[in-house]
């Protein structure tokens, strides 16, 4: 029989030995545990892992396992790639490049308690509220840079840029535009050092009330504020395109009397003074047009685009739908009577049966503009004359021959009276004019 003493000696070895096997085992469970855990989360060679979740997030929130039990928080920042040379091969090659911000902050890695896993969940909302707020400063950062590079081009080719992928009807006049700005940072002593270039930011609301100044004193009535209109145009697209911060055209407009005719007209005897006049070396063509515009009161537009297949010879009726109002206006189909004259300046296809054939092959308008100028020179008429005074003339002087307002508006596809209206002030100024002209009279 054991005694008492070595039954209780006996019990002590087998309690330690059992706590020592539960101490063993508790061990061997939170190695497993741990290593299932470094498996879960992806544990990488440094012994850090990638705590975000989404691949687009910069910075990226990670954690660096310590050797006491905790893990300190960090930011990986991506930057791109960039350029570096090998130090063995003195070969360039792709770098990646990175930073990486420790936080401070530290999260238990096997927490035990409710106050550590508390204390884990604080420091992780914590951690991921500092993320968002790098990830927020890098993304301004980055688009500053790229809007300061946007902001630094020249406005002048962005300009002609803009005019290069342009595709509309208007194209002639947003040219024109950019041809204007250029001639008023020449012109202008205060401006002419942005002649060859000049920054979205540099163009200021003074400036642009400069530039409208200069327009109205180089282009009469509509011709300034159509110029400005494609002006603002491009402005409006650079303000979209962040090329441009700010609109500088804000609260600056030209204002026009839209009832008052501005452009000259060709009286009837200057009409038949400028036919009978045949410069040397004169393209037909432009003179065939342009007397019928005269006639018929067609834009340019209008007339470089007819066909054969606009007349009606047997009712002697032109038809047409206006290039300017076609597809918005109920307005925009015009129909022309034809007197012999008209016809006979027409004539008749190159082929037989051609209808799609262009009635007068006009060179461009530039060009037209210029045969023009001199054609009107050389009849010895002292008058700004361009293509569109042709269909200001034909308006005039129908009016004057006694046309009801009404007849002349349905001839020039004006959708109401109003824009015709100024036609009729026009004959009144002439009438006056031409009152005026008369000796001074003494009794």
């Known amino acids: 029989m054991f005694s008492r003493k070595c039954l209780y000696f006996a019990k002590s070895l087998y309690l330690v030995y059992t706590q020592k096997r539960r101490k063993t085992y508790l061990c061997s ?9 470094a498996a ?19 910075p990226k929130l990670g954690a660096k396992v ?91 080719d962005y300009f002609q840029a803009y ?10 006049m947003v040219k024109i535009a950019l041809t204007r700005f250029k001639d008023f940072l020449r012109d202008t002593p205060e401006y002419n050092k942005f002649e060859k270039h000049i920054k979205p930011g540099q163009i200021t609301k003074d400036m ?42 804000n609260g600056i407009s030209i204002k026009v009397d839209g009832q008052l005719l501005r452009k000259d007209v060709l ?33 340019y537009c209008d007339v470089k685009d007819l066909t054969f297949a606009n007349v009606d010879y047997s009712n002697k009726l032109l038809k ?6 076609k597809g918005h206006s109920a307005s925009s189909g015009v129909v022309i009577p034809l007197n012999d004259g008209l016809l006979h300046l027409i004539g008749k296809p190159s082929e037989p049966g051609n209808r799609d054939e262009t009635i007068f092959k006009l060179p461009s308008y530039e060009m037209c503009l210029k045969t023009l100028s001199k054609w009107v020179k050389s009849a010895g008429i002292n008058k700004h004359i361009s293509w569109h005074c042709a269909r200001h003339s034909f308006a005039v002087n129908i009016l004057n021959r006694g ?41």
Request: aromatic residues 10%; positive net charge; contains cysteine.
């Open 29 to 37: 469970q939170r190695k497993i545990k741990e290593i299932s855990m």
């Open 40 to 58: 879960k989360k992806g544990f990488r060679a440094d012994n850090t892992y990638i705590i975000s979740t989404d691949s687009t997030d910069n």
């Open 66 to 156: 310590l050797s006491d039990g905790r893990e300190s928080l960090f930011l990986d920042f991506y930057f791109g790639f960039e350029m570096a040379t090998s130090s063995k091969t003195g070969k360039e090659y792709k770098k990646v490049n990175t930073r990486r911000e420790f936080l401070k902050l530290y999260l238990w890695q096997a927490p035990r308690t409710p106050a550590e896993r508390t204390q884990n969940r604080e420091t992780l909302e914590l951690a991921k509220k500092i993320r968002f707020e790098r990830g927020q400063e890098l993304l301004e950062d980055i688009e500053g840079y790229r809007l300061k590079k946007k902001r630094d081009i020249n406005f002048l």
């Open 163 to 172: 005019i290069d992928e342009y595709t509309k009807k208007d194209f002639r």
């Open 208 to 249: 642009v009330r400069d530039f409208t100044d200069y327009l109205q004193s180089r282009s009469k009535g509509e011709g300034a504020r159509s110029i400005y209109a494609r002006f603002k145009k491009v402005v409006k697209h650079a303000i979209e395109h962040d090329v441009m911060a700010k609109n500088p055209c």
């Open 267 to 299: 009286s009837e005897e200057e009409i038949a003074q400028l036919i009978d006049t045949r410069p040397k070396g004169q393209n037909p063509e432009i003179r065939r047009a342009f007397i019928f515009c005269l006639y018929c009161g067609l834009r």
């Open 320 to 325: 047409f739908e206006q290039n300017k109002t």
């Open 403 to 443: 046309a009801n307002i009404k007849t002349v508006a349905s001839l020039l596809g004006h959708s109401g009276l109003a824009h015709t209206e100024k036609y009729t002030r026009a004959i009144d100024s002439l009438k006056r004019d031409a009152i005026n002209s008369l000796p001074e009279l003494k009794f």
